[in-house]
């Protein structure tokens, strides 16, 4: 039928080089008769292009793990910031409600329900400013009819 004939060439060790180069084979030729020859290029040109190939890669995960690493920071990390001062509209707050709880009480008097609304009021701008983390002068704001008794 047919008539297959294979040479082979003999490989040696270069025991200096690096692994992918250590072996040194010539090109192997397998004939058949009516078929043209098949020829493996060397492993050193495989080395070399597998080399190549895997540097490539290596730089390509590089680059996109640090564009990833990037755009998360941007997205996600601010810069360190102080919290707003909320004393200067505490203040004004609690003095605009003791203006108006003692404008009320001048006209309705001290225990008018218009008095207990403003310092409902009043007291929810104390919480407001308990909220904000801000503190007002409890010497003005919290005596007499300005705080539930």
């Not at 080089?17 to 090109?27: D, N, T």
């Not at 102080?82 to 003791?98: H, M, Q, V």
């Not at 403003?118 to 104390?126: E, L, P, S």
């Not at 801000?134 to 010497?139: F, G, L």
Request: hydrophobic share 40%.
């Amino acid at each position: 039928m047919y008539d297959l004939h294979v040479n082979f060439t003999v490989i040696t060790n270069l025991p200096n080089l690096l692994p992918a180069a250590r072996i040194k084979a010539k090109v192997v030729a397998v004939e058949n008769k009516g078929a043209a020859s098949v020829r493996d290029p060397a492993p050193a040109a495989w080395a070399a292009r597998e080399a190549t190939m895997t540097n490539n890669r290596a730089w390509t995960r590089l680059i996109l793990t640090s564009a990833l690493a990037g755009g998360l920071l941007f997205a996600v990390g601010t810069t360190a910031r102080a919290d707003r001062d909320w004393g200067p509209d505490c203040s004004r707050r609690l003095e605009a409600d003791r203006a108006r709880i003692d404008h009320d009480a001048s006209r309705f008097g001290n225990e008018s329900r218009q008095v207990n609304r403003d310092v409902a009021r009043m007291d929810t701008d104390r919480q407001w400013c308990r909220d904000h983390k801000s503190d007002w002068d409890h010497n003005r704001f919290d005596v007499g009819i300005y705080f539930h008794k």
